[in-house]
Antibody, heavy 115, light 107 residues
Framework: EVQLVESGGGLVQPGGSLRLSCAASGFTFSFYEMNWVRQAPGKGLEWVSYISSDGTTIYYADSVKGRFTISRDNAKNSLYLQMNSLRAEDTAVYYC?????????WGKGTTVTVS | DIQMTQSPSSLSASVGDRVTITCRASQGISNYLAWFQQKPGEAPKSLIYAASGLQSGVPSRFSGSGSGTDFTLTISSLQPEDFATYYCLQYNSYPYSFGQGTKLEIK
């Protein structure tokens, strides 16, 4: 079964750090571009970051640039999001999504609360 | 950066109705436009890619059209399971951007 499972969310104080993980299974992870998308409580979707299949091309939303770092380990079939200097406005459900236009599988999300 | 303006923000309709949701880009994005459906407590689900391409497994009552700056998502005959929130996404250039969403509710 094609699947993405996020983990690493939790409660953190402002200024703190968290590292989110996204474990992929059921497909050849190294072939696919990946994205992180977040959704604040009661709000819409916000694209956060993109990484190419080989990890050499990376983009970020302005709202997280300089604070968040996306990475991947194709040998471990895993995607990561290192989040530093967290702010209250980073509180959201964070989803990983496969493919450039996120038309493939999405994870169920992991919740980050900054308070 | 490209801004995506979606309308309406909410919509009440009945089972069997035909509904149309629009999305306008602040600059031309060719056909790099996708539509997603999201139900409460669930991850988004991709419906349409490249403005008019139907994702595998998505019912044919969903269709998309448009190019450049103006796009539409049409549901030809609403079914009970279609009541959800819909988002457009431009993936022409980074940073990607979503529309603000359209909440489709039962009349």
């Amino acid at each position: 079964e094609v699947q993405l499972v996020e983990s690493g969310g939790g409660l953190v104080q402002p200024g703190g750090s968290l590292r989110l993980s996204c474990a992929a299974s059921g497909f050849t992870f190294s072939f696919y571009e990946m994205n992180w998308v977040r959704q604040a409580p009661g709000k819409g979707l916000e694209w956060v970051s993109y990484i190419s299949s080989d990890g050499t091309t990376i983009y970020y939303a302005d709202s997280v640039k300089g604070r968040f770092t996306i990475s991947r380990d194709n040998a471990k079939n895993s995607l990561y999001l290192q989040m530093n200097s967290l702010r209250a406005e980073d509180t959201a459900v964070y989803y990983c999504a496969r493919d450039k236009a996120m038309g493939g599988v999405w994870g169920k999300g992991t919740t980050v609360t900054v308070s | 950066d490209i801004q995506m303006t979606q309308s309406p923000s909410s919509l009440s309709a009945s089972v069997g109705d035909r509904v149309t949701i629009t999305c306008r880009a602040s600059q031309g994005i060719s056909n790099y436009l996708a539509w997603f459906q999201q139900k409460p407590g669930e991850a988004p689900k991709s419906l349409i890619y490249a403005a008019s391409g139907l994702q595998s497994g998505v019912p044919s009552r969903f269709s998309g059209s448009g190019s450049g700056t103006d796009f539409t998502l049409t549901i030809s005959s609403l079914q009970p399971e279609d009541f959800a929130t819909y988002y457009c996404l431009q993936y022409n250039s980074y940073p990607y951007s979503f529309g603000q969403g359209t909440k489709l509710e039962i009349k």
